[in-house]
């Protein structure tokens, strides 16, 4: 039984690092975004 | 609690920065990234004498405070920012000593910032041999400014500096040249419009062409006085500036440094007319690149087979010490073995690494850049592109950073889209393993038909790289080219502790970047391999073992007893009981298969095998390639994985993909076909989620990583198809 439960608690443990490592923007977690400071557009200043 | 200092390692490219930093901090450092870009933040701890301690921050090496690229600006907003965490006590500028005058521009421009400044004189031991004498006292008090003359190679000097950090009060925060001269008038109105600020560092401000995150430049807009200057006639005064600063400069060395041109005629010049030679360059370069490959095999069997071994003998011992159970298997069959199958490939990763390291430091590299640009033009690439190209056999993503320095729009989106076919070092597992099973032993000219493979993937990444940058060229239609400048540093015997540093560092994160995902995708994956809804997967020991008694062993098994009944000996009379054993074992991991195909897992993969079959792959693969999404390593994990789960057997992950079978051919499933299909597979399929997200950071579009992705993966899956039907 215990060993279940510790598969268990790991699978989620594993599960929940995947979905937020690939699956959840970075943005969520930061409030430090400003798209307009972003390289690609004219006059970002990067080229 | 001991004071701590902020000292700011700042400094153009190649003097030496980083030895300075490595000496100062020794093992106490740490890397990460800059908030909110991912250009590389290098920090560490100094201690100083009387008890102090200082925080070192090497910065990205830059020629001025003049920016043109972000990577630049980090620095500069450093510098100019007092509300910075990181805002440097003291800046310690590190300049070479054969290029002092040019170093000199970028410490007068920090001296003008106020900001206590120390000048390191690097590479101090080539001073006689390149008849350089510099009147030390007499320069520092020119500059206002306190001197180390250091030698990392020869570690001298280096107390004297850390000396100097601690007495960093004592620095004068006086300025070296007033700037003002230049245009008196818009200073001066500079000055009253902002009482409170310093002119220069508002002049910083304005004159960037990055803009700085807490710094912004709309500062300036209400202010109307300042609409009176355009662009232009902001760069001329820019120009000005300089022009101001190197006759300082000039003046000033004039009287305290000199050379004598008799002395200073090294072989340098031959050298380089050798390995930059149009033909004789290239056919070194392509003999290092054949010995690099070569050591790569050679060297690293050893350590292979150890850690190998070591991981299979871990899992039985794991199996046998802890209590039996469905967490023990876990531990034993999904997070071992995914470990596994990532740090057997340590020891082929620290030699490409040691070698990239080897060319970087003794100044080679530089002349590779040279050399490679003369090939770039014609493809219309920038030479610029050479160093994210060459980058891109470490990882993509600092490579895909690395495009950053060119100016040209369209000339770096090419770069961004072709860098990935670059063969990064996620890529080399995957290689190795499969070129282990499936490239016949054997050599030619000396050099083994394995490493031959292995350099035959890395030029093919370049070859697509370029192909698909002749191809953008003409889409994208760039009208424009931007110039090409490379310093070529002296050429030095190499640092071994800086090798080390850097061999250790992108080990290190090699195993524990792609570390974290594999291990999560196993324990992920071993879940579905070792649960399942259907009845034949609940009922699996039955129904194997009554179709063994029917029908025999299968084909995998046939060549499982192939394999492990060299020794057993006819005439022995335990020989029954070894059979016996052998068959039981044998039964084990037929059922262990059967419930595999039947788990979640085996659902899913035989979902996909349509897709993968025609390369010549099984649904397990098919999974592989799924997984290896997220990071092209997890590949080997997965079959790690996947192959372990069920299976009681003390194998080696190579032992264990060697003795699958494709159920439809009955033949080994990695064969030459399979396995070249593969290893094309990889060489150009866009196999990272993490590359597609920082080209979309890049690119600000979705658009460009989409078509990347699609264009890539299409292209891998026609040439592996081809080459697997060809070669069946």
């Not at chain 2, 107390?159 to 040249?177: G, H, M, S």
């Not at chain 2, 008196?184 to 304005?206: C, G, H, M, N």
């Not at chain 2, 004789?280 to 190998?308: C, H, K, N, R, V």
């Not at chain 2, 640092?495 to 540093?501: A, F, I, R």
């Amino acid at each position: 039984m215990i060993q279940h439960i510790l598969v268990y608690i790991t699978l989620a443990i594993s599960v929940g690092y995947i979905v937020t490592k690939f699956f959840i923007p970075k943005s969520i977690w930061s409030s430090k975004k400003d798209s307009s400071k972003s390289c690609g557009q004219d006059g970002c200043g990067c080229h | 609690m001991s004071k701590q200092i902020n000292v700011a390692l700042i400094g153009n490219p190649n003097t030496g920065k980083t030895s300075v930093f490595n000496q100062l901090t020794g093992l106490n450092q740490k890397v990460g990234n800059y908030p909110g870009i991912t250009v590389e933040k290098k920090e560490g701890i100094c201690k100083l004498p009387r008890g102090v301690k200082a925080h070192i921050l090497d910065l990205p090496g830059t020629y001025s405070l003049n920016t043109t690229s972000l990577d630049e600006s980090v620095a500069v907003e450093l510098l100019l920012n007092k509300n910075d965490k990181d805002h440097p006590d003291v800046a310690i500028v590190v300049s070479d000593v054969e290029n002092l005058k040019r170093n000199l521009l970028l410490f007068t421009q920090i001296k003008d910032l106020k900001i206590p400044a120390i000048l390191v004189i690097n590479m101090a031991d080539r001073m006689s041999r390149k008849g350089i004498t510099i009147d030390i006292e007499l320069l520092e008090k020119k500059l206002n400014s306190k001197i180390a003359l250091v030698s990392t190679r020869k570690e001298t000097g280096i107390n004297k500096l850390r000396e100097l950090i601690a007495d960093y009060k004592n620095l004068p925060k006086t300025q070296n040249v007033d700037i003002s001269v230049i245009a008196p008038e818009y200073f001066e109105k500079l000055a009253t419009t902002f009482p409170k600020e310093d002119v220069y560092k508002l002049w910083l401000v304005i004159t960037q062409d990055v803009n700085f995150m807490p710094l912004e430049k709309t500062l300036f807009k209400d202010a109307s006085s300042f609409a009176t200057k355009s662009k232009s006639e902001l760069k001329r005064l820019q120009q000005k500036e300089t022009i101001l600063r190197y006759q300082f400069i000039n003046g000033i060395l004039k009287e305290t440094y000199k050379v004598d041109l008799n002395a200073a005629k090294g072989f340098r010049a031959t050298l380089d007319k050798v390995l930059t030679h149009k033909i004789f360059g290239y056919l070194i370069f392509f003999l290092i690149l054949l010995t690099i490959f070569q050591a790569i095999y050679g060297w690293s069997e050893y350590p292979m087979d150890l850690i190998d071994g070591f991981f299979a003998s871990a899992t039985e011992w794991v199996k046998d010490t802890l209590p039996p159970g469905v967490f023990t298997n876990l531990i034993a069959e999904g997070i071992l073995a995914g470990i596994g199958g990532i740090v057997i490939f340590i020891p082929q990763i620290a030699f490409l690494f040691l070698f990239i390291a080897l060319l970087e430091e003794t100044g080679y590299m530089s002349r590779v850049v040279f050399l490679m640009d003369r090939i770039m033009r014609p493809f219309g690439l920038s030479g610029k592109s050479v160093v994210p190209l060459i980058s891109g056999t470490a990882c993509a993503i600092p490579a895909v950073m690395a495009t950053r320095t060119i100016e040209n729009w369209k000339e770096r989106l090419i770069t961004i889209l072709v860098t990935p076919f670059t063969t990064c070092s996620a890529r080399l597992p995957v290689y190795l393993i499969i070129i282990a099973l499936v490239i016949p032993e054997g050599s030619f000219l000396g050099l083994s038909y394995k490493a031959l493979t292995l350099m035959s993937l890395y030029l093919m990444g370049f070859g697509a790289a370029i192909l698909s940058a002749v191809i953008l060229n003409k889409i994208l239609k760039i009208k424009s080219k931007s110039f090409f400048v490379v310093e070529m540093p002296n050429y030095k015997l190499p640092l071994l502790k800086n090798v080390g540093y850097t061999v250790l560092e992108k080990t290190k994160s090699f195993v524990f970047g792609a570390g974290k995902i594999i291990l999560a995708i196993s324990i992920i994956l071993w879940f579905l391999g070792s649960n399942g809804f259907s009845d034949e997967f609940k009922n699996a020991e039955t129904i194997v073992t009554k179709r063994v008694e029917q029908e025999g062993f299968s084909a995998s098994s046939e060549i499982y007893f192939d394999t492990h009944q060299d020794g057993l000996d006819i005439n022995d009379p335990n020989a029954s009981d070894q059979q016996k054993e052998l068959e039981e074992r044998a039964l084990a991991q037929e059922i262990a298969g059967y419930k595999l195909e039947h788990s979640y897992m085996g659902y899913m993969g035989k979902a996909i095998e349509p897709i993968v079959r025609p390369l010549g792959y099984d649904w397990k693969i098919g999974i592989a390639v799924i997984t290896s999404f997220a990071a092209r390593e997890v590949f080997v994990g997965t079959l790690a994985t996947i192959y372990s789960v069920g299976n009681d057997e003390e194998e080696t992950i190579k032992n264990r993909m060697a003795a699958e079978v494709n159920p439809r051919t009955q033949k080994p499933l990695f064969n030459l076909a399979s396995g070249v299909s593969l290893l094309l597979f990889y060489a150009f399929a866009m196999q990272c989620m993490s590359t597609l997200a920082v080209v979309k950071r890049e690119t600000n579009s979705w658009k460009w990583p989409a078509g990347q992705l699609v264009f890539m993966s299409l292209f891998a899956y026609i040439v592996a198809l081809i080459a697997y039907q060809l070669l069946k």
